[in-house]
C-alpha cells in the first residue's frame, strides 16, 4: 500500500489556517514573554566555615554545633516573616515596582516571594567520616545588577552577625549556668556543713571517733567499781569482826593497830596511789586510765591540803570518844564514802553505756550526713572546673577565636542577566506552536469520516465512479471563512500578547506567575 502524499499535502494546504492560527498565539506568547518577562540579575557570595583557631587541647570552646547543623539554624532564623519583611523594606527591594502590580503584594507574596529568590547552598562537611571544607554559597534574584549584589551582600551580613550572636550567647548562657550552679552548690555545701556541726555539738559525747575513749573509761570504771566492792567487803568483815570482839572481851585495841586512825580520803588516796603504782608498771604514761587515776590523785590531794587546817580540832574530838566508838566511826565512814563512790561510777557507768548504745545510730546518721556532703562538694568541685572551662570557651568567641565563618568572596554587580534567555523562549514558542498546530491539523483529519476522493468510493462502496465534482463554496461562505481566519490571526498576534501584558502589568507578574504554576507542578 502507498501513502499518497500529494493528498495528505493537499489536506495539510487545505487546512492551513488549523495550523498557523496555534502556531501565531504559541509564537506570540513566545516572543511576547522574552519582551515582557523582566531581567533577571543573580549576583553569589560564597563563604567557608573555619575550624577552632586556637587548639581544642589547649582550651576548647563550649559552643558544640556542627557547622551543617549551625547554617541550618542560620538560614531558618534569616528566612523568618519579620526579617524578611524588615529587609525587603530597608533595602527598598519591590519600591522599583511601584507602577506595576507588583506594589499590590501582601506581605504572605512578599515573603513567599524572597524565599523564592534567596538561594542558600552548602557543600563539605564531614560525610562519611571524611572532613572537607564546609563551603556556604548566597545568592539572590533582583531586576537589577546593584540590587542583587546589595540584597545578597546584606544576606551574608545577617549569616555572619547571627553566627557571632548565636555562638556567643551559647558560651554565655553556658556560663550563667554554671555560674548559678557554683553558687548554688557553694550555698548548699555550707548548709550541709553548719549541719554536720550541729549535730555533732548535740551529740559531743555520743560520736563515733571517741567511741573507744569511751569504752576504755567504761573498762577503767568497772574495775574501779570491782575494787571498790572488794574494799567494802573487807571494811564490812573488819567491821564485823571488831563488833563481835568488843562484846566479847570489852576491849578492841591490838598490837598491830595504829594508834592515830587514816580519814577516809586518805585511805582513798592512798588507794589509789597503790592502784597507780601497779597500773603503771604495764601501761603508758598517756594511756586514759592512767590520766584519770593521776587526776583523781590531785583533787584528792588538793582537798586534804585543805583540810590540814582542822585536823587537830578533830584529834581533840576523837579523845573525847572511846578507841570502840572511834574505829566504828572510821569504819563507817569508809563505807559511806566507798558506796558514794560507788554511786558515781555507776552514774559516769551509766551515761557512758548511753552514749555507747547512742553511737552506732549516731554514726549512721553522722555518715549520711557526710555522704551527702561528699556528694555535693564533689557536684561543687566539679561545678567549678565546668564554671573555669565555660569561662575559657566565653573567652574565645568573644575573641571570634572558635568556630566561624568567613567571607571568601563578596558578591558583586552581574554584568549579564541570568535569565530569561531570550532566544530559547522565542524559539519554544515557535516550536511549541508548530507541534500544536500539527497536532490540531491531524486530530481534525482523524475526526473526518467524509468522503474526499474517489479511491474512497471504490474503497467504502466497491463502486467505481464516472466522475467527481468537489464541493463548491459560495462568495459570501468564502468571505465568512476568510473573516475567520483573519479573526484567528488577530486574536493569535494581538489579544493574547496584550493579555500576557495586562496579566503583567495590572494583576501579578508574569515571572511569579510562572514561578507559582512550577512550583504547584509535581516536578
Do not use: C
Request: proline share 4%; glycine share 4%.
Amino acid at each position: 500500500m502507498t501513502i499518497d502524499f500529494r493528498f495528505y499535502f493537499s489536506l495539510f494546504l487545505r487546512r492551513l489556517h488549523y495550523f498557523l492560527i496555534p502556531l501565531s498565539i504559541f509564537a506570540a506568547a513566545g516572543v511576547a514573554l522574552a519582551i515582557m518577562l523582566p531581567p533577571v540579575y543573580r549576583a553569589e557570595a560564597v563563604l567557608i566555615v573555619e575550624s577552632q583557631q586556637i587548639p581544642s587541647d589547649l582550651a576548647d570552646t563550649t559552643v558544640r554545633v556542627e557547622a551543617t547543623e549551625q547554617l541550618q539554624i542560620i538560614q531558618q532564623r534569616i528566612l523568618t516573616r519579620d526579617r524578611l519583611l524588615e529587609m525587603a523594606n530597608r533595602l527598598d527591594i519591590y519600591d522599583r515596582q511601584q507602577a506595576s502590580a507588583a506594589t499590590r503584594l501582601t506581605a504572605d507574596e512578599i515573603v513567599e516571594d524572597l524565599r523564592d529568590r534567596i538561594t542558600i547552598v552548602t557543600t563539605g562537611g564531614s560525610t562519611r567520616g571524611e572532613a572537607q571544607a564546609t563551603i556556604v554559597r548566597v545568592g539572590f534574584n533582583a531586576e537589577t545588577a546593584p540590587l542583587s549584589a546589595a540584597v545578597t551582600n546584606e544576606i551574608v551580613t545577617m549569616i555572619l552577625q547571627e553566627n557571632v550572636e548565636i555562638r556567643t550567647n551559647v558560651a554565655a548562657q553556658t556560663l550563667d549556668f554554671f555560674t548559678e550552679e557554683v553558687a548554688r552548690l557553694d550555698q548548699e555545701l555550707a548548709e550541709r556543713g553548719a549541719e554536720i556541726l550541729a549535730f555533732q555539738e548535740e551529740n559531743l559525747d555520743a560520736l563515733p571517733d571517741s567511741l573507744d575513749f569511751r569504752r576504755s573509761q567504761q573498762a577503767a570504771a568497772q574495775e574501779r567499781l570491782v575494787a571498790l566492792e572488794r574494799e567494802e567487803s573487807v571494811l564490812i568483815d573488819r567491821r564485823a569482826r571488831l563488833v563481835d570482839l568488843y562484846e566479847t572481851t570489852g576491849q578492841v585495841l591490838s598490837s598491830n593497830q595504829p594508834a592515830t586512825p587514816l580519814s577516809p580520803e586518805e585511805r582513798q588516796l592512798q588507794g589509789l596511789q597503790d592502784e597507780l603504782a601497779q597500773i603503771s608498771a604495764v601501761l603508758s604514761p598517756t594511756n586514759p586510765r592512767v590520766r584519770v587515776l593521776s587526776a583523781q590523785i590531785e583533787a584528792l590531794e588538793e582537798r586534804l591540803a585543805g583540810q590540814s587546817d582542822g585536823t587537830e580540832e578533830a584529834n581533840l574530838q576523837a579523845e573525847e570518844l572511846s578507841l570502840y566508838e572511834i574505829q566504828l566511826a572510821d569504819i563507817d565512814g569508809q563505807l559511806d564514802f566507798i558506796q558514794s563512790q560507788k554511786d558515781q561510777i555507776q552514774r559516769t557507768m551509766d551515761a557512758l553505756q548511753t552514749s555507747i548504745e547512742a553511737t552506732p545510730g549516731n554514726a549512721i546518721i553522722l555518715d549520711t550526713l557526710e555522704r551527702d556532703y561528699a556528694n555535693i562538694r564533689a557536684q561543687y568541685d566539679q561545678a567549678v572546673a565546668n564554671r573555669a572551662r565555660a569561662e575559657t570557651g566565653d573567652t574565645i568567641e568573644a575573641l571570634a577565636k572558635g568556630q566561624r565563618i568567613t567571607v571568601i568572596e563578596q558578591a558583586i554587580a552581574p554584568r549579564e542577566p541570568e535569565s530569561p534567555n531570550r532566544p530559547l523562549l522565542a524559539a519554544g514558542g515557535v516550536g511549541a506552536g508548530i507541534v500544536v498546530g500539527l497536532a490540531v491539523v491531524v486530530l481534525i483529519e482523524l475526526l473526518n469520516s467524509s468522503i474526499r476522493r474517489p479511491v474512497d468510493l471504490t474503497n467504502g462502496l466497491g463502486i467505481m465512479p464516472l466522475g467527481t465534482i468537489p464541493m463548491i463554496r459560495t462568495r459570501g461562505e468564502v468571505i465568512r471563512r476568510r473573516l475567520i481566519i483573519l479573526a484567528g490571526f488577530v486574536i493569535a498576534l494581538g489579544v493574547v500578547p496584550w493579555a500576557l501584558w495586562y496579566v503583567h502589568t495590572r494583576i501579578t507578574p508574569l515571572d511569579a506567575l510562572i514561578n507559582q504554576i512550577l512550583s504547584r507542578l509535581p516536578i
